[in-house]
Structures are given as C-alpha cells and as structure tokens.
C-alpha cells in the first residue's frame, strides 16, 4: 500500500512542469530553512526567559537573606505565586520555620526541605526545576542567608512556557503564511523566467509543421531574449543547431537535385547512343541482306556509337571512382615533370586543332610532381579541347605553366567570346553545358570539365574559371608537397 503512495506521488511530481517542481523544491528548502530558525529562534527565547528567571530569584533572595540577616524576617516585595522558606541548619539538618504567611510555602515542601539539606554543606547557591504538588512546574533556588540559616526560593515556569508556545504559535502561522506566498509567487516568477525556454519548446514544435522532404531551409527561429545569460546561451546554441540543420537540409537537399539531374542526364545520354547503336544495327542488318555496299558504312557508324558510348561510360566509372576516393583511389601517383605533360598535351592539340594557334609558356625549369601523369595529361587535353570546341576557328589560345607561393598554376586562356556570368557557376557539372543547342557529335557529353576538375581535387589541388568577353581562362592549381591519397 505504501509503495503504490509513494509510485502515485512520483507519478504525480514527473507529470508537473518544471516551473512548479522547483516552486516545491524551493518551499521545501524554505521549509527546512524555516524549522532550523523558529527551532533555534524557540529555544534562545526559552534559554533567555530561563536566565533572566534565574537573575530574577538571585536578585530577589540577596534582598530576602539581608532582611534575615538584619531583622530575622522576611520583609520587602514578594512577587505574586512565588514560594518562599527558611531553614535553620544544624548539623546538615534542615528545620523549617515557621511561614509569616501560610501561602509563602506550598502544600508539600520535601522538594524544598531536600534543596535545603542539599545547599548546606555547599558553600554556592543550587538551581533546580521540580514539578511542585499541586502548583506545577518551579524553578528553585537555595542560598545561604547567614551562617546556619537556608532560603529557598521557588518561581513559576508557566510565564515562560505560555511564552514561548505563544512564541511557537506565531513563527507557525507566520512561516506557513511566508511558505505559501513563497510557492506561489516564486512559481510566478520561475514561470515567467522559464517562459523562454517554453518558447524554444514552442519553435521546436513548429519544426514539425515543415516538410523536411521538399524544404532545404527551416524559417523558424527563437528570438526572445529574455531569461539571463544562461538563457541566452541556450537560445545561441538552439539557434546554431537549427542553422547546422538548415546547411545538412541545404546539402542533403542539393545532393538529392545533382543525384536527381545526374541520373536523369545519364539516362538520357546513354539512350541516344543506344537508340543509334540500335538503329545502325537494323541498317546493317537490312544492308546485309539488300545493299551490300552499305554494310561497311552502317558498321562503321555502329562502332563509332559504341566508342563513344564507351568513353561516356568509361568517364561515369571515372567519376564514380573519383566519389568514393576514400574507399580506393583511382590515381597512380608517381615522380613526373609537369613541364614535359604540358609540352605533350601542347603537341597534340596543335597537331589535332591547326585552326587555333597555341601560345606556350612553361619556362626550361622542370617542375616536379607527385601525381599521375595519365590523369593530369587528361586534365591538360581536356581544357585545351574546351577551349577549341567552344570558340570559333582562329581564336587564340594560351598554356602558360608558372610556380607561385608553393603551388604550381597551369593557366589555359582563350581569346572566344567567354561564358556568361549565369553559366560559370555550373560549367563543372556533370552533363551541363553553356549551349544547350550544340550537338552531342561537337559538344562532347558534358563530363570532360567534371571529370577534370574530380581528378584534379584527388591530386589535392583546385580549378578554377574566369571569363568575360573575349578572355576565358581555366587555372588550375596542384600543391608542390605530397597530394591527398
């Protein structure tokens, strides 16, 4: 039975807001605070009313023992309920006198005849508490008026007993009064301090509203600035984790529209040779069979489709290894003079593109290289081939090779008519291209700058593009130290 209480109560205290848990929390450290203080406050009352009591029977009895000492009697004030008796002592028995008055001693006086006896062979005063028959509770007091002679004195302890329950009944109500308004004003106050943090609840729940599928950017934000430092720093930090999820939204959903793009793109590119391939195999087989002297035609064009549905193919493999680089790395990294890749790739660019004169500068000075020469001279015919497919015959273009600040720049520039601003930021997307209308037979497939700027990285260096009217220029950077592998 007793376990089910207390599982309810705890049952019953999670299921509270924390706004009230620590208004309880406080009350109860008041509470606490509160019994400490009436119960030390309580008890240096009765300690004080308990002395002065005691100062009160010494003062009276030096009054009372000089008035026995001067006339034998007892004269001067006698306060009211007070008990008083005297004692003549002969060896160390005590014989009471006879009372001026009969209400100066109580009904039974063993208590003070045994007080006496006790105070008789000590040269100092007794102080005892005795519950006196028929009176109550007395403080009691014996002292030596003169040699031979004891006074007892006895004073209620009522008075400090009504006192100090009065005392008692006063911190009670006042401390229950002071409890109650400190539990509901303090929840008050730690509700409306707490308030922030229902708000940050409150935009967190607003998330929920938003279709994380479809949104890269979240437009909930908490901006109350209430609460304090530590408030704050929460808001901050609530704040800087909805931003880090709108940039994994922003990149997510980025990935998801280039895998989208890509795919489609892919799908697209391959159809068109496939459909060709098809087409010129049923040319092929009709020539077979009715015009034998088209056959070799049809074949030929069926092996060119399949080339180049070859190369499309071998570049998609190409990138897809370049992506998963962590897993294994598609270069072959080797000593190789960058110098010598340039001459080469300017060779056959003159001998392949005699339509557009080349300018080459690349200096006598070998610049020596970690990285794969099949790849970089990939890269290097890839940007040349750019630059001659993309301007018009005539048009003039430049290799330069210069080191700079611990990195070595390879610089391809043409003199066409430049990439419109609009474009520049997508050129090295895969499948995209600046002229939509261009044919895929002059165009190429939209993969050679991908792939360029792919195998570049994996050498743990960077591409970059410039262009405006009549200047277009691709910079490509490789580190002299030991490239990424």
């Not at 935009?203 to 704050?232: F, K, Y």
């Not at 002059?442 to 993969?447: M, Q």
Request: aromatic fraction near 4%; glycine fraction near 6%; hydrophobic fraction near 40%.
């Amino acid at each position: 039975m007793i376990a089910r209480v207390i599982a309810r109560i705890k049952e019953t205290y999670r299921a509270m807001r924390l706004g009230t848990r620590l208004a309880l929390g406080l009350g109860a450290l008041a509470l606490v605070v509160f019994a400490v203080v009436g119960s030390a406050l309580t008890m240096y009352m009765r300690d004080y009313l308990s002395a002065q009591l005691n100062e009160q029977l010494k003062i009276a009895q030096i009054a009372q023992s000089k008035s026995i000492a001067d006339n034998g009697t007892l004269e001067g004030k006698k306060y009211y309920r007070w008990y008083y008796a005297v004692y003549d002592v002969k060896d160390g028995n005590p014989r009471l006198r006879d009372p001026e008055d009969s209400a100066d001693v109580p009904e039974d006086v063993d208590d003070f005849t045994s007080l006496a006896r006790a105070q008789a062979g000590l040269d100092t005063e007794i102080l005892r508490t005795e519950h006196l028959k028929g009176a109550g509770l007395y403080r009691l007091r014996a002292c030596e008026a003169e040699p031979g002679v004891v006074l007892v004195s006895a004073a209620p302890l009522d008075a400090i007993d009504d006192t100090v329950n009065q005392l008692i009944t006063i911190q009670v109500v006042t401390f229950v009064l002071a409890l109650a308004a400190l539990v509901v004003f303090g929840r008050a106050m730690l509700r409306r301090g707490l308030k922030p943090l229902g708000d940050m609840a409150h935009t967190a729940r607003g998330i929920t509203s938003h279709d994380l599928t479809d949104s890269a950017r979240l437009s909930v934000r908490h901006d109350n600035r209430d609460g304090g430092p530590e408030v704050e720093e929460l808001r901050t930090a609530f704040n800087t984790m909805l931003e880090h999820i709108d940039d994994a939204l922003a990149v997510r959903t980025e990935a998801e529209q280039r895998l989208r793009r890509f795919v489609a793109d892919a799908s697209h590119e391959l159809r068109t040779p496939l459909m060709s391939v098809r087409g010129y195999a049923d040319l092929f087989q009709y020539a077979a069979a009715h015009s034998p002297e088209e056959r070799d035609k049809h074949l030929a064009r069926l092996r060119a489709e399949a080339a180049r549905m070859g190369v499309l193919l071998d570049d998609l493999l190409m990138l897809a290894r370049l992506d998963a680089a962590d897993v294994e790395t598609p270069l072959r990294l080797e000593e190789a003079d960058l110098t010598e890749l340039a001459r080469q790739a300017a060779d056959a660019f003159r001998a392949g593109r005699p339509d557009h004169p080349l300018t080459v500068a690349i200096g006598s000075a070998p610049v020596r290289l970690r990285l794969d020469p099949l790849r970089v001279r990939q890269v290097l015919d890839n940007l040349l081939t750019n630059a001659a497919v993309h301007t018009p015959p005539g048009t003039k273009v430049a290799l330069e090779v210069a080191v700079e600040s611990g990195l070595t720049e390879v610089r391809i520039t043409d003199s066409g008519p430049g990439i419109p601003a609009d474009d520049q930021a997508r050129v090295f997307d895969r499948f995209y291209r600046v002229d939509k209308a261009r044919s895929r037979d002059r165009g190429g497939s939209g993969l050679g700058l991908a792939v360029a700027r792919s195998l570049i990285r994996a050498h743990g260096g960077t591409i970059d593009l410039t262009s405006v009217p009549g200047t277009t220029t691709f910079t490509v950077r490789l580190p002299l130290g030991t490239p990424r592998s």
